[in-house]
């Protein structure tokens, strides 16, 4: 995510660099170039000397998106007073990804707080010239991508069009007909550029859908209703942060540690690992929890996202499940080098991978190789609670002996069809072998015959998920949840 948003900014940066040079833009090819050279490194020196300070390894990726960043919202100039202010704020912005920190997640975007802080000193004006019609067809692109790829178009979607139904609504009660203020307020205004590069930032948002949503309708309202609170005027920034506080009270409202107990071989190529909490974890079933391992990491940094794998409790052990590639990643090593006894961070416990609470409702559950994991944990809780629901799993493995949880599968009472080489010996009550190979939308269809009166749930690797997703709506199947492991 972090390589797909700076290419996108990069894109658009050499885009309005070329049309300045054409005279298309306001302001000078100098001015650009000037303050574009200034934001970024800046913005990359000082996430290096911020984290010297705090002995943590800095992401130079993030701290180039923020420059990037800066260099679209703040008044482009040459000036030496000017430039100053933005060498400033990107350093206001990095400072911000320690100082207003907690738990591992920042409270701010540190674009907006930065471009907010030297915007409120008087020393320089955020006027968001991204916002102009010939950057617009590029922005929208970038904006898109990013949005779809984070799984975060329901909010940028909820934000653009709140808040372009109520500029548009301010624009024709003064005499603006319908198609310009269409035109006005998307070609004007920096509704896109915010929703797809600085409202989606993940660190600055709640856990869960709807409070997401909720996070987008006020930040979109704050966006387009003008106010002035004293000195303190409206701006895109502002409203971004006080939509960050909104989402920051949506968070874990403590920290999380797990002393970590050791791990078991799941299958020939995955662990799992045990913690128990310091303190009672609450989460429900089918959510994730992002954990950070201290370590000299990789360019993805220290932290990474687990489906949880048992079912809640207030006083038992927490077990997250990780797949064991050939290559091993820097996270990977730490993770699996750990010591019983160590402690480990966790940043949030979120996600909307959960059964519907109408036990009634049939499911068929899709799973792909570590993503039975989630599955493990709904299951689990529904055997130990007593809740009886109408599942279907079906399950690929590559190897039979990749099988995880199987037990669990066998005991929870389950159908299971599985997709694998060959069958297990023996195989279990009320298992299916549906032939080896990939699961397509044939298999489904043969195995699960009433498969469109059931709600689907997919897990796996992304492109099982994505083949799924458009094969089970190819079957008639309304409403699909999907959750996807890309590795670690």
Do not use: C
Not at 52 to 76: A, C, D
Not at 156 to 163: E, S, Y
Request: glycine share 8%.
């Amino acid at each position: 995510m972090y390589r797909l948003v700076l290419l996108a900014l990069v894109a658009v940066a050499v885009v309005a660099v070329v049309l300045s040079a054409l005279g298309q833009l306001a302001f000078p090819v100098v001015d650009l170039l000037a303050m574009l050279a200034v934001a970024v490194v800046t913005s990359f020196a000082s996430s290096w000397l911020f984290a010297l300070v705090f002995r943590t390894r800095p992401h130079p990726e993030s701290s180039l998106i923020t420059g990037f960043l800066l260099f679209f919202l703040l008044y482009p100039s040459s000036s030496a007073a000017d430039l100053g202010s933005v060498a400033l704020a990107a350093t206001i912005a990095n400072a911000s990804k320690y100082l207003f920190a907690i738990r591992g997640r920042h409270i701010f975007n540190p674009a907006a707080i930065g471009a907010l802080v030297v915007s409120l000193l008087g020393l320089n004006f955020s006027v968001w010239w991204v916002a102009t019609p010939y950057l617009l067809p590029l922005t929208a692109v970038g904006a898109f991508l990013v949005l779809y790829r984070s799984r975060r178009l329901p909010v940028g979607l909820t934000f653009v069009a709140i808040a372009a139904a109520i500029v548009m609504v301010r624009l024709m009660s003064t005499g603006t007909d319908f198609g310009g203020a269409l035109a006005t307020t998307f070609t004007s205004f920096p509704l896109v550029f915010l929703a797809g590069f600085m409202l989606s930032e993940p660190l600055t948002l709640p856990p869960r859908l709807w409070q997401q949503l909720v996070v987008a309708a006020v930040v979109a309202v704050l966006f387009a209703v003008p106010f002035t609170i004293g000195p303190v005027f409206s701006s895109p920034e502002l409203a971004l942060v006080a939509g960050n506080l909104v989402a920051f009270a949506f968070g874990q409202r403590r920290g999380i540690r797990l002393a970590y107990r050791g791990k078991r071989a799941l299958t020939p190529t995955s662990w799992e690992l045990s913690f128990d909490p310091v303190r009672p974890v609450r989460f429900r079933p089918g959510q994730y929890l992002e954990l950070t391992v201290p370590h000299r990491a990789d360019f993805r940094g220290s932290r990474r996202i687990f489906s949880i794998s048992s079912p809640p409790t207030t006083d038992g052990p927490l077990t997250v499940t990780l797949s064991v590639p050939e290559k091993p990643s820097s996270f990977k090593r730490a993770f699996l080098a750990l010591e019983p006894g160590a402690t480990v961070r966790a940043t949030s416990v979120g996600g909307d991978f959960t059964l519907p609470a109408d036990a009634t409702v049939p499911l068929v559950l899709v799973a792909g190789g570590i993503g039975i994991t989630p599955f493990a944990s709904q299951l689990a809780h529904d055997h130990a609670a007593g809740v009886r629901r109408d599942v279907v799993v079906v399950y690929a493995v590559r190897d039979t002996a990749e099988l995880g949880y199987s037990d669990l599968l066998e005991s929870s009472g389950v159908r299971v069809v599985l997709v694998s080489p060959e069958p297990p010996r023996p195989m279990p009550a009320g298992w299916t072998w549906a032939g080896s190979g990939r699961i397509t939308g044939d298999v489904l269809r043969d195995a699960v015959p009433d498969l469109a009166s059931r709600r689907a749930y997919v897990s796996g690797p992304p492109g099982l998920v994505a083949d799924m997703r458009v094969a089970l709506a190819g079957l008639g199947v309304k409403r699909v949840k999907a959750d996807y492991f890309s590795g670690y």
